[in-house]
């Protein structure tokens, strides 16, 4: 990766106002007199720490993000420039004391003064832990998985049976915790089946289970 320049010139007087250089993504937050000074985003910062244990994996998630969404009518409504992915790459399973699930990846949105500064609306957290574990596939599913959430309006939609029918029917329920491979949801020619309505009933209690990744509503 090489070196970047970047400068600020006043282009009146010609003084350089800021003269940086570095070698990584960059995020420019800029105003307009012509506008009510309202805040606009440059944002260039696909691979950086975020706070002691995160670091921001945008570079890796968002064109799987790009791709899905094109691909998906269903998912055609979300803006993936709005998403910081950021992984934990420090979280561990911990050991004995009584079985739990942890959950994978889960997507929040964030408020709005940090909607405001940063111009992301959601942050999208993975956890190195579970994707080390996973195939190609597994981790397109799983980031499939994270932008159903996001309705239509906006808003973060909690999972239900319907949401999770085609996912079940196309990649088994054990989709995320298996290494049996499942299909390419960007790379092979995907028609999403429905369950049956005998089998959607008998699946009930394996699609709870996997549920039980959840700590709440709107986590994997």
């Known amino acids: 990766m090489g070196t970047k320049k970047l400068q600020i010139v006043d282009q009146n007087t010609g003084e350089i106002i800021e003269n940086v250089q570095f070698t990584g993504g960059y995020h420019l937050i800029y105003t307009n007199t012509d506008d009510i000074g309202k805040l606009r985003h440059i944002r260039k910062l696909d691979n950086a720490k975020f706070g002691d244990k995160h670091w921001i994996k945008n570079w890796i998630y968002r064109?799987?993000?790009?791709?899905?969404?094109?691909?998906?009518?269903?998912?055609?409504?979300?803006?993936?420039?709005?998403?910081?992915?950021?992984?934990?790459?420090?979280?561990?399973?911990?050991?004995?004391?009584?079985?739990?699930?942890?959950?994978?990846?889960?997507?929040?949105?964030?408020?709005?003064?940090?909607?405001?500064?940063?111009?992301?609306?959601?942050?999208?957290?993975?956890?190195?832990?579970?994707?080390?574990?996973?195939?190609?596939?597994?981790?397109?599913?799983?980031?499939?998985?994270?932008?159903?959430?996001?309705?239509?309006?906006?808003?973060?939609?909690?999972?239900?049976?319907?949401?999770?029918?085609?996912?079940?029917?196309?990649?088994?329920?054990?989709?995320?915790?298996?290494?049996?491979?499942?299909?390419?949801?960007?790379?092979?020619?995907?028609?999403?089946r429905e369950l049956e309505p005998r089998a959607k009933q008998l699946d009930v209690f394996g699609l709870k289970q996997f549920n039980n990744f959840a700590k709440g509503k709107e986590n994997c």
């Open 63 to 192: 064109p799987i993000a790009n791709k899905l969404i094109r691909k998906f009518p269903e998912l055609r409504h979300i803006k993936p420039n709005k998403i910081l992915f950021i992984e934990d790459m420090e979280w561990e399973k911990p050991e004995g004391g009584k079985p739990k699930k942890h959950w994978m990846a889960r997507i929040n949105k964030t408020n709005k003064q940090f909607a405001d500064m940063s111009g992301y609306e959601y942050i999208l957290e993975t956890r190195n832990y579970f994707i080390e574990r996973m195939d190609r596939a597994q981790i397109i599913a799983l980031i499939y998985h994270e932008l159903r959430h996001i309705d239509q309006w906006g808003d973060l939609q909690p999972h239900d049976i319907e949401d999770w029918d085609n996912m079940i029917a196309t990649l088994g329920k054990d989709w995320a915790t298996t290494k049996a491979e499942i299909e390419n949801l960007i790379d092979d020619d995907i028609i999403w």
